[in-house]
C-alpha cells in the first residue's frame, strides 16, 4: 500500500508575514492528521521562517527547485546543501514552468535529480505533456521523454525514493482538470514505464502524483484511481482552508 503524499507548490507567492499566516494555519488544521505525507514548497525566500514554524510538526518542508553543482558561480540557483541547511526534504524538480519559462530540459532535470538524491533529499520529479502535445496524440511520447531522460544513469537503489508527478501543462492553473480516467490512463502508463526501467516491484513501490487544478472538490475521484498516489497542488495550496481539505480528503 502506498502512502499518499499532498504537496502545495507555493510558487511565486506571499510575502513572509502572508506565508507564517498560511504555515501556522495550516498546522493548527492538519495537526492531528495521520496516514499521509504533507509537504509545503515556499519560495527560497520564504524557507527559513517556514522552516521553524513547521518543525516538528507533520508538515514538511519543500523547495521549487536546486542546483546541480555544490557551490559556485551560478546567479539566481540554490544548492542542495543550501536548502538542506534549512531542513528542506523534498524538492520539485523539472516543474512545467522551469521548462516552459527558463528552458530547462530533461538532461537539466536529469542532473538537478542525481545531486538531490546525492545530498539524501527527495526529488518532486515532474513529467507532463502540453496542449498541443496532446492533441498531436504525442502525450505518452512525452511522458516518457521525461522519465527517460530525467532518469537516465540513475539506479534502482536510488530512484525508489523519488516522487513522481504526472501534470498535464493544459491542466495546470487554468481550472481544467484531466478527468480522474484521463490521469489514471498517463499514471498507469507512467508506472509501465518505470517497471521497464527499473523492475515492477519497484514501480509498484514508487509514487506518483497528479498535478493539474487540484481542488478539495476532485480529490478525492483523483485519488481514488489506482495509480494516483497523491497530488502537487498549486492555486488551492494557497488557502489554509482549501489545502487542508485536499489534505484530509486524501485520507477519506
Ligand atoms: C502546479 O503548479 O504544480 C499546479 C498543479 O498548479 P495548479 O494546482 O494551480 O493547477
Redesign the pocket.
Known amino acids: 500500500m502506498r502512502r499518499p503524499i499532498i504537496a502545495g507548490?507555493w510558487?511565486m507567492y506571499k510575502t513572509i508575514a502572508d506565508a507564517l499566516e498560511l504555515a501556522n494555519g495550516l498546522k493548527r488544521e492538519l495537526y492531528a492528521i495521520e496516514g499521509v505525507d504533507i509537504v509545503i514548497a515556499p519560495g527560497f525566500t520564504l524557507l527559513d521562517e517556514i522552516s521553524d514554524v513547521i518543525a516538528g510538526s507533520n508538515i514538511n518542508l519543500g523547495a521549487q527547485n536546486a542546483h546541480w553543482e555544490a557551490e559556485g558561480a551560478f546567479t539566481g540557483e540554490a544548492s542542495v546543501a543550501q536548502l538542506k541547511e534549512l531542513d528542506v526534504k523534498y524538492i520539485?524538480i523539472g516543474?512545467?514552468?522551469r521548462r516552459q519559462f527558463f528552458g530547462e530540459t530533461n538532461e537539466g532535470v536529469n542532473k538537478r535529480i542525481k545531486a538531490v538524491l546525492s545530498g539524501g533529499l527527495i526529488p518532486i520529479m515532474?513529467v507532463g505533456e502540453n496542449l498541443s502535445q496532446r492533441e498531436k496524440g504525442n502525450t505518452f511520447s512525452v511522458v516518457q521523454d521525461h522519465l527517460r531522460g530525467g532518469l537516465e544513469g540513475i539506479e534502482k537503489e536510488e530512484a525508489k525514493d523519488i516522487i513522481f508527478?504526472y501534470?498535464p501543462v493544459w491542466?495546470?492553473?487554468?481550472g481544467k482538470t484531466a478527468t480522474p480516467a484521463e490521469a489514471q490512463e498517463v499514471h498507469g502508463f507512467i508506472r509501465k514505464k518505470l517497471a521497464e526501467i527499473y523492475d515492477n516491484d519497484t514501480a509498484q513501490s514508487m509514487r506518483i502524483q497528479y498535478?493539474?487544478?487540484?481542488?478539495p472538490d476532485n480529490i478525492e475521484d483523483l485519488i481514488k484511481q489506482e495509480d494516483i498516489d497523491g497530488?502537487?497542488?498549486?492555486?488551492?495550496?494557497l488557502k489554509v482552508d482549501s489545502f487542508s481539505e485536499i489534505v484530509k480528503k486524501s485520507v477519506g
Not at 491542466?171 to 487554468?174: Q, R
Not at 498535478?211 to 481542488?215: E, I, L, T, Y
Not at 497530488?231 to 488551492?236: D, E, F, I, P, Y
Open positions: 507548490n510558487k520539485i516543474h512545467s514552468e515532474c508527478a501534470e491542466a495546470i492553473g487554468t498535478g493539474g487544478s487540484v481542488k497530488a502537487l497542488v498549486g492555486g488551492a495550496s
